[in-house]
């Protein structure tokens, strides 16, 4: 088709070797950040890929575009009812992708079993505070007892390391960042703690409200010792740092105040088959349409490469002339 086979390389020379699939466009919380309480369309059934669909293209970034990490995620991925399948022919495909989720863990209890013999590596859990008020403030849903149990079935699936992830939001959990740590810490969890980016539905970001990085540190220091680790970053967007001189760890993941997009190895693939190439970007490529026309895995391939072409050097959220994605996370897919 007049390209070039080969890898999903931008204008800047950033290759995307780690593809973030999004499953659904439905959660079964209502984190503020993230999604209004009430209000939010879905997606038409009709426009969300299929098992098949999904699979299918998964195989061509693997076998075709040099992707060699698949992490599921959404909307809640675990609402997927296809989801244990399309793990496993996931899994199956060679080179054997390593495959993780990213998850708010609710009903990981019940398949986590099924996942770990689906093959799923690994699971990011996203968890912002062990307080049950604090939580049901934060996600409008009274469950921490079923995140805490989904946790736990993980770390015993073998779906480890367990990775948690946490929202700092001021003045409702931010104070209580060392707690969560130190949680994490006693039960064999990776936490690591991510800026607010303007990404909820509601627009109700605001860089002034938003925690920092520096602010996160500054909690953090009054209770642990942080020294920068050893190991070296890469394309990690988390910064590691020792707690307590190690070996448990803490990362930061500075999205907004210290961006990482120079090092961007990623992609991203809507729940209705559109490319993203950034989390921010404000414009996706359609591959459903062209799936659904007929085209070839070349065609598909292809048509991802170009995608790629439009990628920008930079998320820009802190530039004046910021727009934020017209589509809210739980629809592209964190
Ligand atoms: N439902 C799954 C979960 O809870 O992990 C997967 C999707 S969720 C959108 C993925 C991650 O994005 C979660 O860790 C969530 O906290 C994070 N997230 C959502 N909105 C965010 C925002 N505005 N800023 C930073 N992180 C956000």
């Known amino acids: 088709m007049g390209m070039d086979t080969g890898a999903l390389v931008d204008r800047f020379g950033r290759t995307a070797t780690d593809l973030r699939v999004s499953l659904t466009d439905r959660c079964n919380l209502r984190c503020s950040y993230c999604m209004p309480a009430e209000g939010l369309d879905w997606l038409p059934t009709d426009d969300v890929l299929t098992d098949d669909e999904v699979v299918r293209l998964v ?8 992707v060699r990490e698949v992490r599921f995620t959404g909307g809640e991925p675990l609402v997927r009812r296809g989801l244990v399948d399309i793990v496993r022919r996931t899994t199956a495909l060679r ?6 989720l990213t998850t708010n863990a609710l009903g990981l209890q019940r398949t986590a079993a099924a996942l770990a013999e689906a093959g799923l590596d690994r699971v990011n859990v996203s968890l912002d505070t062990i307080r049950r008020d604090d939580f049901l403030t934060i996600t409008r849903r009274d469950r921490l007892d079923d995140v805490i149990a989904g946790l736990a079935a993980a770390k015993e699936a073998g779906l480890g390391p367990v990775k948690v992830n946490a929202v700092l939001l001021r003045g409702i959990n931010d104070a209580h960042a060392p707690e969560l740590l130190r949680w994490c810490i006693e039960q064999g969890y990776e936490l690591r703690f991510i800026e607010q980016m303007p990404l909820d539905a509601q627009h109700g970001w605001s860089r002034t409200e938003m925690i920092t990085a ?3 540190f500054a909690t953090l220091e009054r209770e642990f010792v942080l020294t920068p680790a050893e190991e070296p970053r890469g394309s990690a967007p988390a910064e590691l740092f020792a707690v307590d001189g190690g070996p448990a760890t803490v990362g930061v993941i500075a999205s907004v105040t210290r961006p990482f997009c120079g090092d961007c190895d990623r992609v991203r693939l809507t729940a209705d088959g559109q490319v993203r190439n950034c989390l921010f970007a404000r414009e996706e490529s359609d591959l459903r349409g062209a ?5 070839s895995d070349e ?3 292809d048509r991802w490469r170009v995608a790629m072409l439009g990628k920008r050097p930079g998320h820009g959220i802190d530039d004046v002339s910021f727009l934020q994605p017209s589509r809210p996370m739980s629809a592209i897919g964190g």
Not at 95 to 100: I, N, Y
Not at 291 to 295: F, N, T
């Open 59 to 66: 195989r061509i970034a693997v076998e075709q575009l040099g």
């Open 95 to 100: 080179p054997r992708p390593e495959t993780s």
């Open 214 to 216: 520096d602010e996160i």
């Open 291 to 295: 799936l659904r026309a007929g085209a």
């Open 299 to 301: 065609e598909l391939a």
